[in-house]
């Protein structure tokens, strides 16, 4: 990329992001509101590990991303090979027979299964999903509370890393679980 795209992309970043109201609470956050909203400069993302950048979504420090606004998703725990995430399952994500679309229920086992991974990253490093399965258990439906949904670390190699997720309701009943299979890249060299 160059300096003059590096310069484009920091001065949207700066246009994009607004003043932030997350309640933090040690490496758990409850429900963000969703004011700090933007995209985190990718140079700045890989200059930490992967943990103390998840743990910089959950105090504030990094803007949440557009994604988590959209989708009422968010980051609310991280530890080393094992994040929470929490969702608000909507009318807004029905399908049409009435229940929560399929893809809701994907993108917040993907994330939680992705960042478990992330959370094992070393400064510079970066990571991309490369293979997901997922087993839908029960229908997710809107009106019965925060899901949440966990992701863990299962293997981390050079390469490759392996994570399971396991999506619960408020009552702690599971409605879906997976698997999922990460590529863990190294920094470029100029």
């Known amino acids: 990329m160059t300096a003059c795209a590096v310069?484009?992309?920091?001065r949207q970043l700066r246009n994009f992001n607004r003043k932030c109201?997350?309640?933090s609470q040690g490496n758990k956050m409850a429900r963000p509101d969703f004011e700090f909203v933007?995209?985190?400069a990718p140079q700045e993302a890989v200059s930490v590990s992967?943990?103390?950048?998840?743990?910089?979504?959950?105090?504030?420090?990094?803007?949440?991303?557009?994604f988590s606004k959209s989708t009422k998703i968010w980051l609310s725990s991280a530890d080393e090979g094992r994040v929470v995430f929490e969702g608000e399952p909507e009318e807004g994500f029905f399908n049409p027979l009435g229940t929560i679309h399929g893809g809701w229920t994907a993108a917040i086992?993907?994330?939680?299964?992705?960042?478990?991974?992330?959370?094992?990253?070393?400064p510079g490093q970066t990571y991309t999903t490369v293979e997901m399965k997922l087993n839908y258990v029960r229908a997710v439906m809107p009106g019965r509370g925060i899901v949440s949904c966990e992701g863990r670390l299962i293997h981390a190699g050079n390469r490759l890393a392996t994570?399971?997720?396991?999506?619960?309701?408020?009552s702690g009943k599971l409605l879906a679980h997976g698997t999922e299979t990460c590529m863990i890249l190294e920094p470029r060299l100029s």
């Open 21 to 23: 109201n997350y309640t």
């Open 109 to 122: 086992l993907d994330s939680a299964m992705a960042c478990a991974v992330h959370s094992t990253l070393k």
């Open 50 to 66: 992967g943990l103390e950048f998840l743990r910089g979504l959950i105090a504030g420090r990094f803007p949440a991303p557009p």
């Open 163 to 170: 994570s399971e997720g396991f999506l619960h309701d408020a």
């Open 38 to 40: 933007g995209v985190t």
């Open 7 to 10: 310069s484009r992309v920091l």
